[in-house]
Structure formats: C-alpha cells, structure tokens
C-alpha cells in the first residue's frame, strides 16, 4: 500500500470509529412482526429466513413461526421469506409509520423434479466455454476494483450463462454465495437474472448481507473505514446530501460542495456528451421536490439529457483510467480533459418519472437512474447494505 492510500486509511479509521463527526441516520426506523405457514398444512413453520431485501436485517423463525425485524427504515422494501423445500416468496412492503404486526406468510411448497443419479469417480473440469463466461461475470457482476480483488463467488458451479452477439444472460439454480473480504460481508444473492444488452446492465433478485467476524481489532478498524470509503462518493451519499442540501434557504450550492459534489447538465448530441455552456452549475433547490411522506423527496430535471455529478472528495481509481481511458476520455468532449486519474465524475439519466429516494438516500425504484462513468463502473464489490449508517453527525452541525 503506497504512502497516500495509507494516510488516507488512516484518516477513514479516524472518521469510522471517532463518534459524531459527519454523518447522520435521517430517515426513522420501525418494526415488522409475522408468523410464517405451511400453505398446505397450516403448521407453523420454524427455522424460515426472513429478511429485508439488500439489508444485513434478518431473522429465523421461532418454533411458533414467529419473527420480529427492528430498525427498518421508513420507505418500500421487499420482505423475503425463504426456507430448503419451499418456494421462496418476496413481498413488498411500504413502510410509512408505526410497527407493521400480524403479517401471516404461507409458505408453498417446492416441486422437485427427480433426476437421473450418476455417480463418478471425480468431479469433471467446466468446460472452457463456460470458464471463459464466469470469468466475463465476474468481471461484469463483481467488479474490477480494488474491493473486487478481495470479493470471490464461492459457489460458481450454481451459475449458467446464455449469450448471443451483444446479449449475456446469467442465472443461477441456487443462492450466490459471496464473500467480500474488502468490505467484511458474506452475501447470499438470489439471482433472478443477470442481463447485458448493448453494454447496459442490470440484475435483480434478493440480496442478503451477513458482516463478516473481524480476526481482530485491526480488521475491524480496516473494515470500518473501507465501508466508509465505499460509501463516500457513492450514489446514497450524493442523493442524502442533495436532499439535505435542497432544504437549506441559502448557500445550497456551498453546502453541496463542502460535502464534496459539483453539478452541473450534459446534453448529448450524436452520442457525444456535451457541457451545456448556459448551465454550467445547478442549484439542487431546482433539483429536489418534496414527496408523499416527509422522510422522501423527488428528483427530476428537464430539458437536459445529463446531470453531471462530480466528488471532489477522492480521486478516481488508476485501473478506472486504464479500463476507460480509450472509451470514455474520447465520449466527452473537452480537449482539456486530463489523462490521468481526476475526480470522480459520473452522469445520470432519469429514467421517466421523478425518481423518489429516503433522506438517507435509498432509491425507492432502482432503476429510476441510469448511472454512467465512475458510479456506473463500481458495481457489486463496492456495494453496502441498505441499512449501513456512517458515523453521525456531531450535535449541532
């Protein structure tokens, strides 16, 4: 690790553990409770995971198919209830207030198809076709990070891959089962589908994070600060900012900057993006409305194609440059534009409607953004749950 990247460690582990210094839980909490049945039988069903889709919050059952989930932010999230034998279900919720309590779940129970048993000696060696189509997911799915050189699927075997010209497919017949070592969770991952069309993509299925026991002291302070990096210039931390920010009745622009964002629109005229010369800053008052509940707000712009969004807080990753060099320094059109690693800049693109996102800056429809340059190129390895909080704020800041 070279001098800068450790000073910058140290500076994170300072942040991550010392309390009250930046950040705040905004969006209040609540709680879901439930009993989970057999849909044929009626009986209770002990031992069923439930959790809170892409969040570390999750329970088993107890012998009367009870559960509880504390601490569940205010907004829309899905329910997932899963257990070997039964038919995984997911159902949204849309949290608003107080306590949801009495959700009755009924489990059905899986077909399974019996197959052929074939026994061999050893277990025979993937064909290369497939090799080559793990490794083109994992670079896609995982990422090419830093954190993607510590984050490992380990079970491949449960993956198969379709493709055809600018189309590739994945699924899987069983959980993924991940293990980020950069970031300290073991992920299950129901992967539904994993689709790239075009260079575009997308996956879905329920995701589950479970952290990681640190071996010491060290890790855990290691840990702390990676997942603080991670979220430090990410899509949540500029929408939790941007929200905060629009509220302010001046200086919204100096508030967005002393967090470390610049904005300003893009448009895009023959596939190449350009500065639009008229509007080279944005005040996120013009940005952000108010939304149904008070813990959500819109976001929505007009009559530009790109918000350009710029974190001065860290700079880009060397094997970002060296991944997009050719591609991307050319896609913008600035002659001045530099060569070597710079800030991070990333473009979004609404999908349609406003996109409604939490104070603490969850999407409620993820697919409201379109996300190109340096948020787009992070993908699963730099991903955190949606219940991780970083440090909060000091009283009075």
């Not at 064909?127 to 997911?137: A, S, T, V």
């Not at 300290?184 to 299925?205: A, P, Q, S, V």
């Not at 002291?217 to 600060?225: N, P, Y």
Request: hydrophobic fraction near 40%; proline fraction near 7%; glycine fraction near 6%.
């Amino acid at each position: 690790m070279d001098t800068k990247r450790t000073l910058s460690l140290f500076l994170l582990v300072f942040l991550a553990l010392a309390p009250g210094i930046l950040y705040a839980q905004r969006t209040p909490r609540t709680e879901i409770s439930g009993v989970v049945y057999d849909a044929e039988t009626e009986a209770p069903l002990p031992g069923v995971h439930v959790f809170i889709e892409s969040t570390t919050l999750g329970t088993a059952t107890a012998n009367d198919g009870r559960f509880t989930l504390k601490r569940i932010p205010l907004g829309s999230h899905q329910l997932v209830i899963t257990m070997i034998g039964y038919e995984t279900q997911t159902t949204p919720l849309r949290l608003t207030g107080t306590a949801l309590a009495g959700l009755d779940v009924r489990l059905t129970p899986a077909v399974i198809e019996m197959q052929e048993l074939v026994v061999v000696e050893e277990r025979p060696r993937p064909p290369r076709r497939w090799r080559r189509q793990l490794r083109r997911f994992t670079r896609e799915f995982i990422g090419r990070s830093e954190n993607a050189r510590d984050c490992r699927i380990l079970n491949p075997d449960v993956l198969r891959f379709s493709q055809r010209y600018q189309w590739f497919s994945a699924k899987a017949d069983d959980p993924l089962l991940i293990e980020n070592r950069a970031l300290g969770y073991r992920i299950r991952f129901y992967l539904d589908e994993f689709i790239i069309d075009n260079g575009r993509i997308r996956y879905k299925g329920p995701v589950h994070f479970e952290p990681l026991e640190p071996a010491d002291e060290a890790e855990q302070a290691r840990w702390a600060a990676e997942r603080l990096r991670a979220y430090n210039g990410s899509l949540r931390h500029f929408l939790a900012t941007l929200a905060d920010a629009s509220e302010r009745v001046q200086l919204r622009q100096e508030w967005l900057a002393q967090q470390g964002f610049k904005l300003d629109f893009h448009y895009a005229k023959e596939g190449v993006m350009y500065l639009e010369k008229y509007k080279p800053s944005v005040d996120p008052g013009d940005l952000v409305a108010e939304a149904e509940t008070a813990f959500e707000r819109t976001l929505f712009w007009e009559d530009f194609d790109y918000l350009n969004v710029v974190y001065t807080g860290e700079l880009e990753e060397e094997d970002y440059v060296v991944q997009t060099l050719g591609r991307r320094r050319a896609w913008v059109h600035n002659p001045y534009f530099p060569m070597e690693p710079t800030h991070q800049i990333t473009w979004l693109q609404l999908e349609g409607a406003p996109a409604v996102f939490t104070l603490d800056g969850l999407l409620d429809d993820p697919y409201a953004l379109t996300m190109s340059g340096y948020m787009g190129w992070e993908r699963f390895a730099d991903r955190l749950p949606d219940d991780y909080q970083p440090p909060p704020d000091e009283p009075g800041f």
